[in-house]
């Protein structure tokens, strides 16, 4: 293995700050859901059910590996003194409190899928069956917050959360933190709102892949490059699902806060139905009279198998970015600050990467119906691209406030690969104009 002193060097004299999530987890996922996507391909199973079981069999190898490799449990970050547990009867009031907020939260979340007929009724078919999803596990989830509320209570360092106040708030009691409300209320929404559309497109992905015909991939690079995307598509839904569900203190995976800024809603947002402003017919459509980059490249089947694999190795970047969360993938929120993997190069790789893809895939400055459509779409394109730059923003704007952030995001100014690069470009730049440089 080819060795860089200089590398070396530099890791010793400026190391990169730890981060919470350990490497391990996420292959351990990652692993779990290969093994069942290739029992169920053999078996032929790819109905939503085989879609579900993807997700869990992601989900428990990461729960598996944080409890009893990382002891992720014992981390200070829980808010859990396991040594100190008090009376249930201390706690008592406490925890009904609690189970009042939390119920008036599931019940406002399901106020609004049944008011929603977007939830029900809608071109992305699969909205249904995320409903029926939570139908199910509604009742479930009711009857197990009451021992998990009562136990986890007993061992919290401060067991008054933000659904202890919106509970306070309910029975008129004083002292209520408003603040902490509105964070417990944001942090809903969130998971509410994107839980729903993740679990809307875990079957038809997860079928999609599993019930291919591979007989013909390999001769054929733009199959094998298609099934290859297919599949780092795959495993981004997959974690990013199991993220959404898995916020428990217990397993440190809790969400620290969510973005209170209105601008971080925004932009992300637009990027989701049923607000979504990316879509066919949409004001940043960048697709009039685009045909993508197997219909540019057609007839050369060295450009489409070079291309396809930097589609693919792009797309795999993504995917990565999403593995690397392990269990705490989540928009908006702050549940740990991650330096590893892909987070070692770019503070957002998934950004840079999907919309690298974009550029390289769509091609929307090339237009079969002309130039004047070639030139829209790249404008287009180029305001799609900085709606990615306005979320990483104010995300930025969000983590900052975690002294653990502001260290990373130092460490990455001067050691990331893309930050040095960008700041390779900007001081060529000012040489470039500086008086009596060469023009």
């Known amino acids: 293995m ?9 890791a010793k004299v400026d190391p990169r700050p730890r981060s919470a999530v350990s490497t391990g987890v996420g292959f351990a996922g990652l692993a779990g859901m290969s093994a069942w996507v290739l029992t169920a391909h053999v078996l032929g199973l790819d109905g939503p059910y085989a879609a579900l079981v993807n997700v869990l069999a ?22 859990i003194d396991w040594r100190s547990v008090r009376p249930w009867r201390e706690t ?3 925890s009904i409190t609690k189970l009042a907020g939390l119920w008036l939260t599931w019940g406002g979340i399901a106020a609004v899928y049944a008011l929603g007929r977007f939830w029900w009724e809608t071109r992305y078919a699969n909205f249904p069956f995320a409903m029926w999803c939570f139908s199910i596990a509604a009742p479930v989830l009711f009857v197990l917050s009451i021992p998990y509320v009562l136990w986890l209570d007993r061992r919290l360092v401060e067991p008054r959360d933000g659904a202890w106040h919106l509970g306070a708030w309910l029975m008129g009691s004083e002292g209520i933190d408003r603040d902490a409300i ?8 969130v ?3 994107f839980l729903a559309f993740m679990l809307s497109i875990v079957p038809p992905g997860f079928g999609e892949f599993v019930s291919a015909d591979y007989s013909r991939v390999w001769r054929d690079p733009v199959a094998l490059a298609n099934t290859c995307i297919t599949f780092m598509f795959l495993i981004d839904v997959a974690f990013a699902t ?4 898995l916020t428990f203190r217990p397993l440190d995976s809790h969400i620290r806060s969510a973005n209170p800024y209105a601008a971080a809603w925004t932009a992300a947002l637009i990027c989701y139905p049923p607000f979504v402003l990316m879509a066919d017919g949409g004001v940043l459509d960048y697709h009039q009279g685009a045909a993508d980059w197997t219909y540019w490249y057609a007839g050369h089947p060295w450009v489409l198998g070079i291309v396809g694999a930097v589609l693919v190795g792009l797309t795999a970047i993504y995917a990565w970015a999403t593995v690397a969360f392990g269990m705490r993938f989540s928009n908006l929120t702050h549940r740990g600050v991650l330096t590893h993997g892909p987070y070692a190069w770019s503070r957002h790789p998934a950004y840079l990467s999907k919309n690298l893809f974009w550029w390289f895939s769509t091609l929307p400055f090339l237009a079969t119906t002309g130039w004047a459509d070639g030139i829209r779409n790249a404008a287009v394109m180029v305001c799609v691209s900085g709606v990615y730059y306005w979320r990483a923003r104010t995300e930025e704007k969000h983590l900052g406030a975690d002294p653990a952030y502001r260290a990373y995001s130092e460490w990455m100014e001067r050691n990331g690969a893309v ?5 390779w470009v900007r001081r060529g730049q000012r040489a470039a104009g500086a008086p009596g440089a060469p023009s």
Do not use: E, Q
Request: aromatic share 16%; hydrophobic share 45%; with cysteine.
């Open 2 to 10: 080819f060795h860089d002193p200089a590398l070396a060097a530099r």
């Open 58 to 79: 992601c989900a428990l190898p990461m729960v598996l590996w944080s409890v009893f490799v990382d002891r992720v449990h014992r981390n200070p970050s829980t808010g």
């Open 92 to 94: 008592l009031d406490i």
């Open 182 to 189: 509105w964070s417990h209320l944001r942090s809903w929404t």
């Open 191 to 193: 998971k509410g709102f």
């Open 242 to 245: 199991a993220g959404y569900i």
């Open 419 to 423: 930050p040095r690069f960008f700041g």
